[in-house]
Structures are given as structure tokens and as C-alpha cells.
């Protein structure tokens, strides 16, 4: 029988491998970089499911596969290494991620998936069998009320940070925009979590115009 390893043994392997593979991808001249980014979007996007059934830390994750690109993005717009925006880039990441997640929850219930840490909902007083039999019980929707709440709080470090960081490297966070109203849809009393949280693509378009206009509301 195949071992399966402990939530420790885990983040030793992925997270390690992520970083390295982020390094790789910054060493790849500009015009190769974004076809491997998402080839490393994709690969990393595999190991979510695996983060809900181990109970892998989200955050870890998020770091590996959403953060490391955003700093890939900013060391592109700005031509050179900005290590300065590797915090930034950190906070800006998991909200994305998390928002990313939490928005698409209903579609993976569907399927069969779980991307939220078990761990988290079982804390909570719920689990896996919430999930495949779309009970929105008070027990789920206060675990995914506190991803929500941690998605938050990043979005909010971020803010504090983006008042010092280049006005050119700010496109690469222009798709941070769009964690902010996702999670205010979560955060309404009558949020049902299986149902998609879908923002009209001309309301996207939208919020990202205004945050490349003015670079604040990213983070709002």
C-alpha cells in the first residue's frame, strides 16, 4: 500500500519544489516566460485537492502558485529583480488564491473536489460529507467564513504595502482586483456556497480599468 505523507512531510517536498521552479522561471528570457508561467500555473493548480485531503497549509500554497507568479509578473514590468516586492507580492497572492477558491467552491463540490482544507472544515464542525451532499450547514459556512476572513486580512496587508511599492510594477497585480468584490459576494448574509460566485465579465473588465487608472483599488 501506497504511504501517503503526513501534512509536515508534504510541505517539505511542494513548497521547496515551487520556490525552485519560480527561480527557474525568472532566469527564462521575457518572451519565454509567460507560456512556462502558465505551465507552472497549471502543474500547481493539480496540487490543490491534494492540499484539502492532507490538510497542507493553504497559505503554503497559495504562495507556491499564486504569489510566485505575481512576482514573476512585477520582475517583468519592471525590467529587473525586486526582491522589495516579494512580501507584497506574498499578501497579494493568497487573497487571490483564497478568493479564487472560495468563488469556484460550488463548481468543484459538482465534481467531486475539495479544495478547502478538511482540516479547517472539521474545526469547524463540518467535513467532506457537507460538501458532497451541498449542505450549507452553519458548521461549513463558518469554515469557509474564515478562509474568507483570511483572505482578507492578507488583502489588507497588501494595501499597507502597495503605498511604498513602483507605480510600475502595479499591472502585475491588476488581477488582485477582482478578490476584493468576490469576497464581499461571500460575505453577504444570503451567500449560498454552492452556488458559483460569478462576476459579469463586463463588471471585470470594469474594476480592472479603474484599478489600472488608480492602482489603490486593487486592494480594496
Known sequence: MRRIPTTSAWYRMVVPRARAKARAIA?????????????????YSMWAELAGQLGLELEAYADAAA?????????????????????LAFHAGIAQAIAGL???????????????????????????EDVSNNRATPALRAGLAELCSIARRHLRQARELAARAPADAMPAFLPVALAGPMLARMERDDYDPFVPVVIAPWRRQWRMWRAAREPARIFR
Open 27 to 43: 532566469s527564462i528570457p521575457p518572451t519565454g516566460c509567460i507560456i512556462v508561467a502558465c505551465q507552472f500555473a497549471q502543474t
Open 67 to 87: 504569489a510566485n507568479l505575481i512576482a514573476l509578473a512585477a520582475q517583468i514590468a519592471l525590467g529587473k529583480d525586486a526582491p522589495e516586492l516579494n512580501e
Open 102 to 128: 472560495l468563488a469556484a467552491f460550488a463548481i468543484h463540490s459538482r465534481r467531486g473536489q475539495l479544495y478547502v482544507p478538511l482540516e479547517l472544515l472539521q474545526r469547524h464542525g463540518s467535513g467532506r
